[in-house]
């Protein structure tokens, strides 16, 4: 299976974050998972690709071609595939991964986890969406969904579009049982 990784590409958040992708991305190996990514070298995507590296995993960085400058991307992807825009970067993932894992992020992958969920939901996508919720960080955004049906702008059905998830196994069973 091939999962696209949505994550933080700072460096300047807590270790625990980092130290979660790396298992991440080395779970995800060690299924036999090829990870999909946005091919950062930094922050949490960095650590999910060498966390998939050191377990001999296959990684796709999908990248503008404006990040190819210093040491942004990772690059010791198995392939890269380069885009014009940012835009081309998103639907690359979209279209060549079969599920996707929201790990620690800020508004960029906040961005990407709802426009995959609004596709989940106008049924123009049919992939599980795990969300990587470390040491609590994405409580908020559970209770945020939450509080949204309760205040009818969304159906409940909507809730089950994503599963939320404490581990990277529990994220890997997720994917299995999707697809099952």
């Known amino acids: 299976m091939k999962i696209c990784v949505f994550g933080a590409s700072s460096d300047r ?10 298992e991440f991305g080395r779970a995800l190996a060690e ?19 060498r966390g998939a590296d050191e377990a001999g995993g ?13 040491d942004i991307l990772y690059k010791s ?3 890269f595939i380069y885009t014009d ?23 960029g992958t906040y961005e990407e986890f709802f426009e995959a969920l609004v596709l989940c939901q106008l049924d123009q996508m049919h992939k599980p969406i795990a969300v990587y919720n470390v040491g609590g960080c994405y409580d908020a955004l559970r209770a ?3 509080d ?8 409940a059905a909507n809730l089950t579009l994503c599963r939320f998830c404490g581990t990277a196994d529990e994220a890997m069973s997720y994917f299995a049982e999707y697809y099952k």
Do not use: N, S
């Open 144 to 146: 945020l969904l939450e």
């Open 77 to 79: 992807c198995t392939r």
């Open 58 to 70: 296959v990684i796709v960085g999908v990248a503008p071609t404006f990040f190819d400058t210093g």
């Open 85 to 107: 825009t940012m835009r081309e970067r998103k639907a690359q993932l979209e279209d060549g991964a079969d599920a996707f894992a929201v790990l620690p992020g800020g508004i």
């Open 31 to 49: 299924a036999g998972h090829e990870l999909w990514f946005g091919g950062g070298a930094h922050g949490v995507m960095g650590e999910a690709a």
């Open 13 to 22: 958040i807590r270790r625990e974050y980092l130290d979660a992708a790396h």
């Open 148 to 155: 949204t049906v309760y205040e009818g702008f969304m159906d």
